[in-house]
C-alpha cells in the first residue's frame, strides 16, 4: 500500500511539473494567453473607408501631391567685388603701382523657390531671389540638382523666369504645375503655401484667402497682391500659393511682419499677373506694358481749392510728353 502512495505521488509531482514548463513556454497549447499574431492590448483602429461613420475633417493631401513636384528650391550666389584701396585713386600712386583693378572678394548666397511652368524646364520666381545672381542651382523634388540662366526679369512686378539646363544630353521632362484661373478663386477659399522656408526643405502650410486686390503697399510698382493667412517665411519667396486641387493661383511675394517670421499676413502675385508677365519674358525676353504719354499727380485738397473742385477725386495732368 505504502508503495502505491508513493508511485502516485511521484506521478503528480511529475504532472504538476510538466503542467508549470507547459505553461510558462508553451501557452497556447493550454488554451491560456494570447494567440500567436494577437496584440497583447486592445488598441483601437480607424474604421475603414467602407465604414467610416460621422464626420471626417477634410485632407488636402492630394493637392500638395499633385503640385509638390513642380516646386524647386533656387540657390543663388554673387561674388562681391574687393573695393580698391583709396591711395589708387592718386594719379601718382597709379603711377608707380599700377591700376589696382578691383579683385574677386567673398561670395554671398541666398535661397528661395520656384514653380516649374513648362516641361522643358522654366521655372516662374521672384525677381528679388534671383536679382545680381552670378550663379543659379535649382534642386529639384527628385533629388537633382541642375543649373539655370536667367531669360528675363520684371523688376516692376517682381518676377523673372529662369530656365533650368540640361546635363549634357538629356532631355529635360519636368513636372509641370497647372494654373488656375483667378475668375474662380474668391475670398474664403483654401489655399496651401508651398516652399523652401529658411532653407529647411520642401514645406507645405495651410490657410485661406483673406483678400484680394491688396495694393498701396509699397513692395511692387504694380500692386494687386493675394492676401492669404497661410504661413509664408524667409525662403517661401517664389515659392506656389495653390488652391484645394493644387492649380497655381499665385507666386509667394512678401510678408507684413515686426520680427522676420509669418503673422498671418503673406501676400503673393495673382497667376493672371504673373502668367502675362511670362509668356512675355519666354517670347520676347521683356515685359512691355502700355503707356498713355501724360504725367499725372493726384489732386490734393490745396489744388482743389485752387481750381475750385467741389473734392480731391480725379487726377490732374500735370504734362504731356512730346508724340504721347
Known amino acids: 500500500m505504502r508503495r502505491l502512495w508513493l508511485i502516485f505521488a511521484?506521478?503528480?509531482?511529475?504532472?504538476?511539473?510538466?503542467?508549470?514548463?507547459?505553461?510558462?513556454?508553451?501557452?497556447?497549447?493550454?488554451?491560456?494567453?494570447?494567440?500567436?499574431?494577437?496584440?497583447?492590448?486592445?488598441?483601437?483602429?480607424?474604421?475603414?473607408?467602407?465604414?467610416?461613420?460621422?464626420?471626417?475633417?477634410?485632407?488636402?493631401?492630394?493637392?500638395?501631391?499633385?503640385?509638390?513636384?513642380?516646386?524647386?528650391?533656387?540657390?543663388?550666389?554673387?561674388?562681391?567685388?574687393?573695393?580698391?584701396?583709396?591711395?589708387?585713386?592718386d594719379p601718382a600712386f597709379r603711377h608707380f603701382f599700377g591700376d589696382g583693378e578691383e579683385g574677386d572678394g567673398p561670395s554671398s548666397s541666398s535661397l528661395g523657390s520656384g514653380v516649374?511652368?513648362?516641361?522643358?524646364?522654366?521655372?516662374?520666381?521672384?525677381?528679388?531671389?534671383?536679382?545680381?545672381?552670378?550663379?543659379?542651382?535649382?534642386?529639384?523634388?527628385?533629388?537633382?540638382?541642375?543649373?539655370?540662366?536667367?531669360?528675363?526679369?520684371?523688376?516692376?512686378?517682381?518676377?523673372?523666369?529662369?530656365?533650368?539646363?540640361?546635363?549634357?544630353?538629356?532631355?529635360?521632362?519636368?513636372?509641370?504645375?497647372?494654373?488656375?484661373?483667378?475668375?474662380?478663386?474668391?475670398?474664403?477659399?483654401?489655399?496651401?503655401?508651398?516652399?523652401?522656408?529658411?532653407g529647411v526643405g520642401q514645406t507645405v502650410t495651410m490657410g485661406i484667402i483673406s483678400a484680394l486686390g491688396r495694393s498701396h503697399l509699397g513692395i511692387n510698382t504694380f500692386e494687386n497682391f493675394i492676401q492669404t493667412d497661410a504661413a509664408i517665411n524667409p525662403g517661401n519667396s517664389g515659392g506656389a500659393l495653390v488652391d484645394s486641387r493644387g492649380n497655381l493661383i499665385g507666386i509667394n511675394t512678401a510678408i507684413y511682419s515686426r520680427s522676420g517670421g509669418s503673422l498671418g499676413i503673406g501676400f503673393a502675385i495673382p497667376i493672371s499677373i504673373a502668367r502675362n508677365v511670362m509668356e512675355q519674358i519666354i517670347?520676347?525676353?521683356?515685359?512691355?506694358?502700355?503707356?498713355?504719354?501724360?504725367?499725372?499727380?493726384?489732386?490734393?485738397?490745396d489744388l482743389a481749392e485752387s481750381f475750385g473742385l467741389p473734392d480731391t477725386r480725379g487726377a490732374l495732368i500735370a504734362g504731356v510728353m512730346r508724340g504721347g
Open 10 to 89: 511521484q506521478t503528480v509531482t511529475l504532472g504538476v511539473a510538466i503542467l508549470f514548463v507547459v505553461s510558462t513556454l508553451k501557452p497556447e497549447w493550454l488554451g491560456k494567453g494570447p494567440l500567436l499574431g494577437a496584440s497583447i492590448v486592445a488598441l483601437r483602429e480607424p474604421a475603414t473607408a467602407a465604414g467610416e461613420q460621422g464626420h471626417v475633417a477634410p485632407s488636402y493631401r492630394e493637392a500638395a501631391q499633385k503640385a509638390l513636384p513642380s516646386v524647386v528650391h533656387i540657390f543663388t550666389s554673387q561674388k562681391i567685388k574687393a573695393r580698391r584701396h583709396p591711395l589708387f585713386d
Open 116 to 198: 516649374i511652368v513648362s516641361p522643358s524646364g522654366y521655372v516662374l520666381t521672384n525677381f528679388h531671389v534671383v536679382e545680381a545672381a552670378d550663379q543659379i542651382e535649382i534642386a529639384l523634388s527628385d533629388g537633382r540638382n541642375l543649373n539655370a540662366r536667367v531669360v528675363g526679369s520684371d523688376p516692376e512686378s517682381d518676377l523673372a523666369v529662369l530656365q533650368i539646363i540640361a546635363a549634357h544630353g538629356e532631355t529635360l521632362v519636368l513636372p509641370a504645375i497647372t494654373l488656375a484661373r483667378m475668375d474662380d478663386v474668391v475670398v474664403g477659399d483654401v489655399t496651401l503655401a508651398i516652399g523652401n522656408p529658411f
Open 283 to 301: 517670347q520676347t525676353g521683356t515685359v512691355t506694358r502700355g503707356w498713355i504719354g501724360v504725367e499725372a499727380q493726384e489732386i490734393t485738397v
